[in-house]
């Protein structure tokens, strides 16, 4: 007669009923997840902190098309307005506008802001591209909507004044800037002159604020 093979009811390498298996993949202590040891996740928001508690901000396309804005806007106004002057005011016959206040009085001017430094017409349009080339590679960094108005101030006004002194006459880098706005006790400019002026003092704004070109605070000690 042949013997049937009976199965065993329980096996002795199994866990008891009511154990749970232990999971060989989970770690021998949990309460060390999440320590201050273990590596952050990538992209977690305390990563982003400066070493003196300010958080620097990523550079803004948004800001970077402020700048440019801006920048195009000033350089538009100061062209357009050196057209109208040349076409319809007479050098040595001032205009009034706001009584003696303000007055349209055309000058060509070969000097820098406000006819500044006459007769170092090179030197000026040299310095006046390395700002405006100094402002463009700066405006990757612009984390400010402040700094971002300051730079297209700055450029446009840089810009406007270096078209002049390329294009006008007398010769190429030589070229005199076309003043036409005149203020009582006050040299004879132009939209360009009044960008770069405001630039700077916004510029001297921000610093006192204690703001950073990419948008961070310094923090007080």
């Given at each position: 007669?042949?013997r049937?093979?009976?199965?065993?009811?329980?096996?002795?390498?199994?866990?008891?009923?009511g154990?749970t298996?232990?999971d060989?993949t989970?770690?021998?202590?949990?309460a060390s997840a999440g320590?201050?040891?273990?590596?952050?996740a990538a992209?977690?928001?305390?990563?982003a902190?400066?070493?003196?508690?300010a958080?620097p901000?990523r550079p803004?396309?948004?800001?970077v098309?402020?700048f440019?804005?801006?920048g195009?806007l000033?350089?538009?106004?100061?062209?357009?307005?050196?057209t109208?002057?040349?076409?319809?005011?007479t050098?040595?016959?001032?205009v009034n506008?706001i009584?003696?206040?303000?007055?349209f009085?055309?000058?060509?001017?070969?000097?820098?802001?406000?006819?500044?430094?006459?007769?170092?017409?090179?030197y000026?349009?040299?310095?006046?591209?390395?700002v405006?080339?100094?402002?463009?590679?700066?405006?990757?960094?612009?984390?400010s909507?402040?700094w971002a108005?300051?730079?297209?101030?700055?450029?446009?006004g840089?810009v406007g004044?270096i078209?002049d002194?390329?294009?006008?006459?007398?010769?190429?880098f030589?070229?005199h800037?076309?003043?036409f706005?005149q203020?009582p006790?006050?040299?004879?400019?132009?939209?360009?002159?009044?960008?770069?002026?405001?630039?700077?003092?916004?510029?001297v704004?921000?610093?006192?604020?204690?703001?950073r070109?990419?948008?961070?605070k310094e923090?007080?000690?």
């Amino acid at each position: 007669m042949q013997r049937t093979r009976r199965t065993p009811l329980s096996d002795p390498d199994t866990s008891r009923a009511g154990d749970t298996p232990a999971d060989p993949t989970e770690p021998a202590d949990t309460a060390s997840a999440g320590s201050p040891s273990s590596p952050r996740a990538a992209g977690d928001p305390a990563d982003a902190t400066g070493g003196d508690g300010a958080r620097p901000r990523r550079p803004s396309w948004k800001l970077v098309a402020l700048f440019g804005a801006v920048g195009l806007l000033i350089l538009f106004l100061d062209q357009f307005t050196k057209t109208l002057a040349l076409e319809h005011l007479t050098p040595g016959e001032p205009v009034n506008v706001i009584g003696t206040f303000l007055r349209f009085n055309l000058i060509r001017n070969s000097g820098a802001a406000f006819s500044l430094g006459a007769g170092y017409t090179p030197y000026i349009s040299a310095i006046q591209i390395a700002v405006a080339l100094g402002v463009i590679y700066l405006s990757r960094r612009l984390g400010s909507v402040g700094w971002a108005v300051a730079f297209g101030l700055l450029f446009g006004g840089a810009v406007g004044n270096i078209l002049d002194r390329i294009f006008r006459e007398p010769s190429p880098f030589h070229g005199h800037v076309v003043d036409f706005l005149q203020l009582p006790n006050w040299a004879i400019f132009n939209v360009a002159d009044m960008a770069v002026t405001s630039a700077a003092v916004l510029l001297v704004i921000q610093t006192l604020r204690g703001i950073r070109l990419d948008g961070t605070k310094e923090l007080k000690k």
